[in-house]
């Protein structure tokens, strides 16, 4: 007979075996159970401030900061230096785009720049802060700008070595352009200060919230995240009925509400949609939230986050997610091995005795708490304490009943389908039955695994969950 003895651990570790490929991070998880690294200003990894990250075709990642562009190799950050003498029409860089084609596109405070091929190229045309970049489907590349040093629009199209501006005579109400986005059916979408616009040419709609319509020349729509079903997520600088975070859906406003989070009290810096189709929010102020269906997990400074204040989310080809700061640099991974602890919600900080059921769920004993959690999805755990389990006392559970409890009270029983248990039953946290059958005991109580009710017995007022047993009727007998 294998006996395992009493076993504490601070937290509890399931092994996670990958049944996909790994090109996003495993959205069943919670943040906290990702692997988490992160790279400070305040430690010497970076000069600056980090804007926006990218990754090239040859596998660098390129930081934009507000003193210039950055590579990292994964070990060591690397200020980039224009060749031959050339320089990026600003040293602050607010948005880049790595290509299709293997080429690198920097938005600066004063223009566009691209980097291709070994050689840079400086846009004359387009002046201004480039606020995003994107390429749509067909290739082409699109650029925002705000405070633009011409009237031409402040959405262009890169056309060769010119480019072409669109603004309020071809449907974009805003001299400002600020976030950009394709959606699904390849209509472009911009923020603005006051509202946002639907366009492609020949086509377009402006959507203005009710409260930005004052909100001229300040900070307003600064998120776009086109999902799949159509809808626009949309994240706003401004707090309040109809702010925050909102969605679009077929031109109608709809705000996020769910038990953990009100959209409208966040105030929305960044938007993104992983390939896993969750969404995650950087907020000014609260660090990051990802909302996959109803479902918010969150994660900030006093998690370890580099800081509260969100800038910028990248996936990379591995499917790490990465998160400019301003403060830093983060990285989020998926691990082998998943951690539940209390962070995650498990019931108790001490785990000393763990169950696999049949029908999928593992049940963790610890101090107080009886936790069951499915797959990796942990659910909410039976308090020991406050279901008033008194010594001497039978505890049931009946996967058939509403309750997860049945107490009777009941006097030293024998264990083993009636044969009498060992001798001192408590001196061996497991025993055997003649008839084969299991019970548990030690010097807290006894459970019997062979006979159905399953039933423990619970001598001292100590409230600990230890060993748990399943029959084949379902049901589960825990040790207090």
Request: net charge neutral; with cysteine.
């Amino acid at each position: 007979m294998i006996v395992f003895r009493r076993l504490i651990l601070p937290c509890l570790f399931l092994l996670a075996i990958a049944t996909r490929p790994a090109h996003a991070l495993d959205p069943t998880r919670h943040i906290s159970q990702y692997g988490h690294t992160s790279w400070r200003i305040r430690d010497g990894f970076l000069g600056a401030m980090p804007n926006v990250i990218a990754q090239t075709a040859d596998g660098y990642l390129w930081i934009g900061t507000v003193a210039g562009l950055v590579r990292f190799d994964g070990v060591r950050f690397v200020a980039w230096t224009p060749p031959g003498g050339k320089q990026l029409p600003s040293p602050t860089v607010w948005s880049l785009l790595a290509a299709r084609d293997g080429s690198l596109w920097i938005g600066t405070q004063a223009g566009l720049s691209h980097w291709v091929n070994g050689d840079l190229m400086n846009y004359q045309a387009g002046r201004g802060l480039i606020s995003s970049i994107v390429e749509d489907r067909n290739g082409t590349i699109w650029i925002t700008r705000t405070r633009p040093l011409d009237d031409a629009g402040c959405l262009c199209q890169i056309i060769g070595t010119g480019m072409r501006c669109y603004g309020k005579a071809d449907g974009i109400p805003f001299a400002e352009g600020g976030t950009l986005v394709e959606d699904a059916e390849g209509n472009l979408w911009i923020g603005a200060s006051t509202g946002l616009v639907r366009w492609k040419p020949g086509s377009f709609n402006a959507y203005t919230p009710s409260g930005l319509k004052s909100n001229e020349n300040l900070a307003g729509v600064l998120a776009l995240a086109a999902s799949p079903d159509g809808s626009l997520w949309t994240g706003m600088a401004v707090t309040g009925p109809g702010l925050g975070l909102q969605q679009l859906i077929q031109g109608l406003w709809k705000p996020f509400v769910t038990s953990e989070l009100d959209g409208s009290t966040l105030a929305v810096g960044v938007l993104f949609v992983d390939r896993e189709n969750a969404l995650w929010v950087g907020s000014t102020k609260q660090g990051i939230y990802r909302v996959r269906g109803r479902q918010v997990d969150h994660f900030r400074s006093a998690d370890g986050l580099s800081s509260d204040s969100i800038y910028q989310f990248y996936e990379d080809r591995e499917g790490s997610l990465w998160v400019a700061t301003t403060k830093g640099i983060d990285m989020f991974r998926d691990l082998r091995v998943a951690t539940f602890s209390t962070r995650e919600g498990l019931g108790s900080g001490e785990v000393v005795s763990v169950l696999a059921s049949r029908d999928g769920t593992t049940w963790v004993g610890g101090d107080n708490a009886l936790d069951p959690t499915v797959g990796r999805h942990r659910h909410h755990a039976v308090d020991l304490q406050e279901r008033k389990v008194q010594s001497d006392q039978q505890v049931e559970w009946r996967p058939d009943r509403n309750d997860y409890w049945d107490h009777r009270r009941c006097g030293w029983n024998h264990l083993g389908r009636g044969q009498p248990a060992a001798e001192d039953p408590y001196s061996d946290p497991e025993s055997r039955g003649s008839r084969g059958a299991f019970g548990t005991a030690n010097t807290t109580g006894a459970c019997d695994r062979g006979r159905s009710p399953r039933r423990c017995v619970a001598r001292p007022p100590e409230w600990r969950s230890g060993a748990i047993s399943s029959g084949q009727d379902g049901d589960l007998c825990v040790q207090t």
